[in-house]
């Protein structure tokens, strides 16, 4: 695998690009949409998700490795977004991503906590402005929610890695150029 690194710095140049070409009205502006990235450790079965390209690179020696990008997320609650919480929960090593604000009350309770490192990003609640959906999944034996765009990775996770279907968890504009 290449250096995360080099790898991010294409990555953000390609999809600058792919998001400017939308024009949207009542939409967050896509030339303000970064990546948000996904970092996978399989010593603990954890997805994390971040657009902290400095994070990801501090992380890496610790065995979280950068797999690819979710899609294009916001950083300030723009036009249409709101936000999708963080949370972790370090007893079962889990990061868990929603919108909802009910289900970031019932996982504190069972012991997530709200991460403010990396920021709050900011997704579409709804299907528009150009983006598309990010299922959740969810592997009880693993304790690891799993974010993707992706619907043959989402099939594949279901039929081989045994993970369920949760939710449709928000919106993001995607890439282009995966
Ligand atoms: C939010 O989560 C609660 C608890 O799981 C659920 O009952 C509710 O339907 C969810 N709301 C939305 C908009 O998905």
């Known amino acids: 695998m290449k250096s995360p690194t080099i790898l991010l710095s294409t990555v953000i140049a390609a999809c600058y690009q792919s998001a400017m070409a939308l024009k949207p009205r009542t939409c967050g502006a896509p030339a303000d949409a970064v990546p948000f990235y996904r970092a996978y450790d399989s010593a603990r079965t954890d997805h994390w998700y971040t657009y ?3 994070a990801l690179n501090d992380f890496n020696p610790q065995g979280w490795l950068l797999q690819n990008v979710l899609g294009l997320v916001f950083l300030t609650e723009e036009e249409g977004t709101a936000p999708l919480f963080h949370m972790y929960n370090g ?21 997530y906590k709200i991460s403010s490192n990396p920021l709050t990003v900011y997704i579409y609640p709804t299907q528009v402005c150009g983006s598309v959906p990010v299922y959740r999944l969810y592997s009880g034996s693993e304790t690891d929610n799993f974010y993707t765009t992706s619907e043959s990775e989402r099939l594949d996770f279901i039929t081989n890695e045994g993970y369920k279907d949760v939710e449709i968890t928000g919106y993001v504009l995607p890439l282009g150029c995966s």
């Open 52 to 54: 902290d390209v400095n």
């Open 91 to 111: 007893a079962v090593m889990d990061n868990f991503y929603t919108m909802n604000t009910s289900e970031v009350t019932a996982a504190q309770e069972s012991g």
